[in-house]
């Protein structure tokens, strides 16, 4: 089955940047875009970007532009989501989230979330 | 990018009630739009794709409708295991965007 399996919680200082990993299973890697996804405490979801984890091909939302970096590792089926210059406003739970089988835009499969925390 | 607005932002309901969420565009998805149920601490999860159809294993009581810029999602007789919070998803752009939420509580 499809499996997500994200990387631990990180606490990180204003400005500092994060590094989040997400190892999928159950499914060819490269066959399917992985996208990111943050959801600050309390607040809705929030779309980050994806990657086309077969050509390393990157979408980036508008807000985080400049700001996060989507790559991945094949040789390994993880992809990665790093987010660099860390405000407070940056806390937040961070997904991956695999497209589901009948629509590409649409997330049928979610890692457990990291959650980030910034704080001085 | 597509800005999506949900409405209502809350409500309370009474297990059995017919529940209804709406989801408006900024400009026409042309019925790209998915539904998704998350609960407290948890991921969320897909219900619905192209406004009306049912992903797999999605109780049938869960229906939506619209096109354009307006949608919907039903809950035809609220269950117990429905109180959470409910998100509308365009996909028509390649860059994806969320509403707002509607968290759906026990009167």
Redesign the interface.
């Given at each position: 089955q499809v499996q997500l399996v994200q990387s631990g919680a990180e606490v990180k200082k204003p400005g500092a940047s994060v590094k989040v990993s997400c190892k999928a299973s159950g499914y060819t890697f490269t066959g399917y875009y992985m996208?990111w996804?943050r959801q600050a405490p309390g607040q809705?979801?929030?779309?980050m970007g994806?990657i086309n984890p077969n050509s390393g091909g990157t979408?980036y939302?508008?807000k985080f532009q400049g700001r996060v970096t989507m790559t991945r590792d094949t040789s390994i089926s993880t992809a990665y989501m790093e987010l660099s210059r860390l405000r407070s406003d940056d806390t937040a739970v961070y997904?991956c989230?695999r497209a589901?089988r009948?629509?590409?835009?649409?997330?049928?499969y979610?890692?457990?979330?990291t959650l980030v925390t910034v704080s001085s | 990018d597509i800005q999506m607005t949900q409405s209502p932002s809350s409500l309370s309901a009474s297990v059995g009630d017919r529940v209804t969420i709406t989801c408006r565009a900024s400009q026409g998805i042309s019925n790209s739009l998915a539904w998704y149920q998350q609960k407290p601490g948890k991921a969320p999860k897909l219900l619905l794709y192209a406004a009306s159809r049912l992903e797999s294993g999605v109780p049938s009581r869960f229906s939506g409708s619209g096109s354009g810029t307006d949608y919907t999602l039903t809950i035809s007789s609220l269950q117990p295991e429905d109180f959470a919070t409910y998100y509308c998803q365009q996909y028509y752009s390649t860059l994806l965007t969320f509403g707002g939420g509607t968290k759906v509580e026990i009167k």
């Open positions: 996208h996804v809705g979801l929030e779309w994806r979408n939302a508008q997904y989230a589901s009948a629509v590409a835009g649409t997330f049928g979610w890692g457990q979330g | -």
